[in-house]
């Protein structure tokens, strides 16, 4: 029997072969390529952070079993974070990178020192740290969203146009072999759903996720420091150290500083409708509302339905996000086709692959079993007997298939072994700044839509990059 995904989808050379048809492809893409100086072999590529908070920890814990990486150096405004990012480093590997609370300094004195810079600050920092790294002739791996508006993510793609150098941006996913097999193999190759009509997606987090962060004032930036680095952004007040504090501690909630959750969660989702469908959507209806925090600038809970045309038709995408409530299963997203649906999730255990009863396609889908792409699982069977006056009336469910593997590493791991081997030219990014830009684009639109009750048309001027 055939094994596609062989090893619980984590050989490398699968995630190499599939990198090629995983991005985004709208039009001519140049800045998908190879780096252009590719690190010499054997060599270790030299790493630094910029924002040592919980999710640059996230990508270090994914990053330490991948070899070949020196830790030259780490930033952050905060001393705590910063010593803990130093201290994790040296506890692992008994030695420690520099420390920096400016990130300009940072790469002014480490000037031939580095390969490569990891930004994970929030979100209104991406694009000044990531195009003054390119700049300094940098690689660089930033965290989704890629940017706090738009105009400064296409900031961003000039930048690393110019520069030459790579920009990998943080939607893991599009280098999880996982979501890579369903997309080439099921999607595409064999299209065994049929015609993508409708999709879905949400995010649900309990309410215990989404309250105030706190902190002991002891630990935390100053108030000129937290004012020098942006934190008083958006208003005229006078802002007072205790206010800037949560600022610094909570720049999500604040519209100045992040695009809130339809940005911070939603982004990972409506990029996979964007990169399954291949093609970027054209318009959005949004509502939202601060239904429970009500002192919050942002929306607590927004509902999206993004409308495509595709080469095969029309289609539609509903998105959800919500922060008082982990009920309906958390966050996944859902295809519904023709001939089957797909269930899946960045959670390792959670893929659910369906063939409508009614599907014209049974030796395809028999063919998938037979040579491993799929496993069917135990067939569904009425509970009551002959006479159950409900049965009598329900139809069967369909039949339902799982894949037969999973991920066997960090989910950020193989998006930042791609990063590394991209550097190395031994692949191409799965996620380049410009093609998460078209991605990303019709994002930025939701919160205007909701808040303005709106369905907005996209235009040229909505998406380009």
Wanted: charge should be negative; include cysteine; hydrophobic fraction near 35%.
């Amino acid at each position: 029997m055939e094994n596609p995904i062989p090893s619980l989808l984590s050989r490398r050379d699968f995630i190499t072969k599939s990198a090629a048809g995983a991005g985004l492809l709208l039009g001519a893409a140049p800045s998908i390529l190879k780096a252009r100086e590719a690190a010499a072999p054997g060599q270790d590529i030299r790493v630094a952070f910029i924002g040592c908070g919980k999710q640059q920890e996230v990508l270090f814990n994914a990053m330490v079993n991948i070899p070949g990486v020196r830790y030259v150096a780490c930033c952050d405004i905060m001393k705590a974070r910063l010593q803990r990012a130093v201290g994790t480093i040296y506890r692992r590997f008994d030695y420690k990178p520099n420390q920096y609370f400016d990130a300009a300094e940072m790469l002014e004195k480490e000037a031939g020192n580095l390969d490569a810079v990891f930004v994970a600050t929030p979100d209104f920092w991406h694009s000044p740290h990531t195009i003054m790294a390119l700049d300094a002739g940098y690689h660089v791996y930033c965290e989704k969203m890629m940017a706090h508006t738009i105009e400064d993510a296409r900031a961003m793609v000039a930048a690393m146009d110019r520069s030459g150098k790579l920009c990998q941006i943080g939607h893991q996913r599009r280098s999880n072999p996982r979501y890579q097999f369903v997309l080439n193999e099921l999607l595409r190759n064999h299209q065994i759903f049929g015609r993508i009509i409708n999709m879905n997606g949400q995010w649900n987090r309990a309410l215990s996720a989404s309250q105030d962060i706190v902190s002991r004032p002891a630990i935390l930036p100053d108030a000129e420091t937290l004012r020098r680095y942006g934190f008083n952004n958006g208003t005229d007040k006078k802002l007072s150290e205790d206010e800037l504090r949560h600022r610094f501690l909570n720049w999500r909630f604040y519209t100045a500083l992040s695009g809130g959750p339809i940005s911070d969660l939603g982004a990972h989702q409506i990029d996979i409708f964007n990169w399954f469908l291949g093609t970027q959507p054209k318009s959005v209806m949004a509502s939202g509302g601060r239904s429970y925090f009500k002192d919050r600038e942002h929306f607590d809970n927004v509902m999206c339905i993004f409308d495509y045309d595709t080469p095969e038709g029309n289609a539609r995408a509903f998105y959800q996000v919500l922060t008082t409530t982990s009920a309906g299963g958390g966050y996944y997203e859902t295809f519904m086709g023709t001939e089957g649906s797909l269930e899946m999730s960045e959670r390792e255990a959670f893929t659910n692959i369906y063939k409508e009863a009614a599907a014209n396609n049974e030796d395809k889908w028999n063919d998938m079993v037979r040579r491993g792409y799929l496993k069917k699982e135990a067939a569904w069977a009425p509970t009551g007997g002959d006479d159950d006056a409900i049965a009598s009336y329900e139809s069967a469910p369909p039949d339902k298939y799982a894949l037969p593997g999973g991920l066997n590493k960090p989910p950020h791991q193989p998006h930042i072994e791609n990063f590394f081997d991209s550097i190395r030219g031994d692949a191409n990014l799965t996620c380049d700044a410009r093609h998460a830009l078209e991605s990303e684009a019709p994002i930025y639109w939701v919160n205007p839509a909701a808040e303005n009750n709106q369905t907005i048309q996209f235009t040229e001027e909505h998406l380009h990059t």
